[in-house]
């Protein structure tokens, strides 16, 4: 029977199961038209399964955790047919999925499963969930990419390197200092003890290796440092129920239209949106959200472009104000640009990275405390996986929507998940049902947010002064206690860059 040690930081995902939040990612596509159930067993059969991880389940022991190859691996038991009650529609499909984030996977085989929606309204359902031990977003995505019916060739490596200089700036593609340091670790797999020794030889290298390690404590006390989140409906005590929701498509050419009328990203733009359309459903909820900012733990994606279709996870997390008391949209955009740039020089991926590494050694008690310490920093988890710019077909169907969705940490309540698809971006959310009963009721609010950003947008130079008035929220009296002091707003003209 085949086994391979699994890596930490795979391991320390793998531990962080819990009833109330299970680490498997869940994903909906949609076709346009009826997917036969054979053509997408003989899919996952060529294209899932025959990557060996893929036939393995996860073994925690008292010295280690392992990927041992299933000897009775059966590509039947992990594919499922299922029916919607009528009009079998899209409120249908997000109250399956929802019941399928909150469903253990069985522990006995491998941690994924496909569920074909056959009677879907709209022609034919997929609900995908694997554990997050498998793989991180990025790297699903490249799978997925290999599934569909004309998969995409791997760039040359010059083509990666263009790629690398020329990336769209997702919440997964920020800059990260230290990065190529990183990638030297990890090409050291196990001989890293021995290229520290190398590092300490050399005079340059210690020396960068010095200010790197001075640059992550700075980081780790900072990190120490942020108080709890403000208390909120999206805060409190977690049931075993989930429900699932997700909104109407925002054209990505209009949100990058609004990013470089106002020299931002793109993703500035989606996270001040977020922002709009939290801050507003909390107001519904009767919370007074004058002054209030409340955080997202935000994936970073640390992978080399030439290492996307390698499996594991390869991500760092950062902690980025929303500032949702924000009612002036391009107040809250210039809010979220000066929170985002400031990520651009943190060192808080390599940092969580680290540390997610460094608890897949520990015992399982210690992590769970380390997870509820970092937890109560944030209020949800917002992630962002760019998918295919144009539509692509899997057996013969085009595929009209995709949507996924991470699992939440500790006593995370509610997920962010921002799809970009054929031309467009999709906002879902995946949320504790004691937390947040309607998510319905929240993604509906994301276009009307992305609207009155166009509408100030347009009125030019009558909101011209929300650029003087761009100050962050005010953090609540308990963050001002323990929070750093924040650097000034900046006063540099838009570049006119997207």
């Not at 290298?205 to 700075?218: C, F, K, R, S, T």
């Not at 310490?373 to 209020?379: A, I, M, Q, Y």
Request: glycine share 8%; net charge positive; hydrophobic share 45%.
């Amino acid at each position: 029977m085949t086994r391979e040690h699994m890596s930490p930081v795979d391991v320390a995902w793998l531990r962080m199961d819990r009833p109330t939040n299970l680490m498997v990612i869940v994903g909906v596509m949609t076709f346009d038209g009826p997917l036969e159930f054979e053509t997408l067993r003989r899919r996952v059969a060529e294209r899932f399964a025959a990557l060996p991880r893929f036939r393995a389940r996860p073994l925690d022991g008292d010295v280690g955790a392992f990927w041992e190859e299933d000897p009775d691996f059966d590509l039947d038991a992990h594919l499922h047919r299922t029916a919607l009650p009528a009009p079998a529609g899209q409120a249908e499909l997000e109250a399956l999925a929802g019941e399928l984030a909150c469903t253990e996977l069985d522990r006995r085989r491998p941690l994924w499963e496909f569920h074909l929606v056959e009677n879907h309204a709209e022609g034919a359902a997929v609900i995908l969930r694997i554990h997050h031990c498998y793989a991180d977003g990025m790297a699903l995505m490249d799978v997925f990419m290999g599934m569909t019916d004309d998969p995409p060739a791997p760039p040359p490596e010059a083509s990666h390197r263009r790629r690398r200089r020329g990336r769209l700036a997702w919440i997964g593609e920020l800059p990260v200092p230290g990065s190529a340091l990183v990638e030297r670790a990890l090409a050291a797999g196990g001989h890293w003890m021995s290229r520290l020794a190398e590092f300490a030889l050399h005079p340059r290298q210690a020396n960068e290796l010095a200010q790197h390690a001075v640059a992550l404590l700075a980081e780790a006390t900072r990190v120490a440092l942020l108080p709890p989140d403000p208390p909120t409906p999206l805060k409190g005590r977690l049931g075993r129920r989930k429900r699932i929701a997700w909104g109407e498509r925002l054209p990505l050419h209009e949100v990058a239209t609004v990013a470089r009328a106002h020299g931002c990203k793109i993703n500035d733009v989606l996270m001040a949106t977020a922002a709009g359309a939290l801050g507003d459903y909390l107001r519904a909820r009767g919370v007074d959200t004058r002054g209030l900012t409340i955080r997202a733990t935000v994936p970073v994606n640390l992978r080399r472009p030439e290492d996307a279709s390698s499996l594991g996870n390869a991500f760092g997390l950062v902690f980025l104000d929303l500032p949702v008391g924000i009612a002036d949209p391009l107040a809250r955009l210039y809010a979220v640009q000066e929170a985002m740039d400031g990520l651009k020089r943190s060192y808080q991926p390599l940092l969580t990275l680290g540390l997610l590494g460094a608890l897949g050694l520990m015992p399982g008690r210690l992590e769970t405390a380390a997870i509820d310490l970092l937890s109560v920093k944030s209020t949800l988890v917002a992630s962002n996986v760019p998918g295919p710019r144009q539509a692509v077909r899997f057996g013969g169907r085009r595929i009209t929507g995709l949507v996924f969705w991470v699992p939440q940490s500790g006593e995370l309540a509610a997920g962010i998940s921002l799809m970009s698809y054929d031309g467009a971006v999709r906002f879902g959310l995946l949320a504790d049902a004691r937390r947040v009963p309607d998510p319905k009721a929240v993604v509906a609010r994301f276009p009307a947010a992305f609207e009155q950003l166009v509408l100030a947008t347009l009125l030019g130079p009558l909101a011209a002064p929300s650029r003087r008035r761009a100050t962050p929220a005010r953090p609540s009296p308990a963050r001002r206690r323990g929070a750093p002091s924040r650097p000034r707003p900046s006063t540099r003209k838009p570049s006119g860059r997207a």
